[in-house]
């Protein structure tokens, strides 16, 4: 990302809280501020950033705006009556260099917007990405593979259902925080690993969830779930360029090679998820962010896979499982009990699973194909990994597998 795409898509949610707060109409001043964007992306890099880039994004997206109310007499005499009520420094950016920041911070704010509980997840993920995140319709798209006109109708639905929301943070917005970091926590997965598609990995679509959390983070600098997010996603993250090979091919954990880790993110994970946990055992209120955080920590700071602590590791995701006991959960813990137990334990542990879990079922073959080889059943394992390679919609998980079970003997 170029200097002036990563200003514009910092500037984007500020500008667009500016107009939703003073002017109302989410749906047109979204549409004024993807138009100011656009402008500035054209004459920046030829003319140079301006002094204050916010203030000249907020001028240029208000005239955009009030050029698309004009002929509505009745709402602009309203948005008039509205914006003289309204403290008028709440309408000005900043001069250059100015730390002032607003009395509620509007990307936030927006945030809670894009996660209002009646849109759909798909819907919040694709307001999230448009309205927080400042990408185009056509990289949501892309991002999410889908068409682009697809896209552009989810959106436009998504926009309407939020139309007449106040602006502002809900009342209720501690309780609403879990939905804001389940989708920065959605659209990182998609990124770190695409579940359908040709490439592993989608690096822009994690690294702009990187983004988010940081800056809900930077907003919320006391919460410990928010820490423990941006803590596994940067924890995570870090291993991204050993995970795939100079073809494109999936390695996996015990393959990689840890010099090509991003020791930096794992040294900022490691120190969040320490703070976040410290400060959480003193109110007893330990978060699952926080756990799988500590997860990714112990794996990060081990020298090598068979200096991995699995006993420390299945300790936390006992405490995980307590907490959110999902399919994923679950699955994850059996590898550990394979590690910690051996894989015969393992396999009694896959079968308590009960039924497979709807969206995982080729994640439970797989583990089962890898615990059945290492307890030396090469029919059944390679029976499992074939199975797991049908049913994932992901290319190179799928040649990964096959190249599992091709490799066993016999």
Known sequence: MNEVEGLLRRCAPQVLGALVRRYGHFYAAEDAVQEALLTAAGQWPANGVPDNPRGWLIKVA??????????EEARRLREEKAAALTPRDA??????????????????TLLFLCCHPELSVPAQIALTLRAVGGLTTAEIARA?????????????????????VRFGRPD????????????????FNEGYTATSGATLQRADLAVEAIRLTRTVHRLLP??????????????????RAARQ????????????????????????G????????????????????????????????????????????????????????????????????????GAR??????????????????????????????????????????????????????RYLLARAGRLPG
């Open 222 to 239: 006391g919460d410990p779930e928010v820490a423990g997010l941006l803590a596994l996603m940067l924890l995570t993250d870090a291993r």
């Open 345 to 398: 334990a393992g396999l009694a542990e896959l079968e308590t699973l009960g039924e497979e879990p709807a969206g995982i079922g080729h994640r439970v073959e797989a583990v089962r194909g890898h615990l059945l080889e290492r307890a030396g059943e090469w029919a059944d394992a390679r029976a499992a990994y074939e199975s797991a390679a049908r049913r994932t919609l992901s290319l190179p998980e799928q």
């Open 62 to 71: 208000s005239r955009r705006l009030t050029d698309a109310l004009r002929g």
């Open 144 to 164: 999410c593979l889908v068409p682009e006109a697809t896209m552009a109708q989810r959106i436009s639905r998504a926009k309407q259902k939020v139309r007449g």
């Open 245 to 268: 090979d100079a073809r494109g091919e999936l390695v996996p954990l015990d393959e990689q090679d840890r010099g090509r880790w991003d020791r930096a993110a794992v040294a900022e």
């Open 91 to 108: 309408f000005v950016a900043p001069e250059p260099g100015a730390d002032r920041a607003p009395n509620e911070d509007d990307t936030l």
């Open 172 to 187: 209720d917005w501690e309780s609403r925080l879990p939905a804001v970091l389940q989708i920065l926590y959605l659209v």
């Open 270 to 341: 490691v120190e969040l998820v320490t703070r976040a946990l410290a400060g959480s055992r003193g109110t007893g209120r330990v978060g699952p962010y926080q756990v799988r955080a500590a997860v990714a920590a112990v794996h990060d700071e081990a020298d090598s896979y068979d200096a991995t602590d699995w006993r420390e590791i299945l300790g936390l995701y006992d405490v995980l499982v307590e907490l959110v006991p999902g399919p994923v959960e679950r699955l994850n813990r059996v590898v550990a009990v394979a590690m910690v137990r």
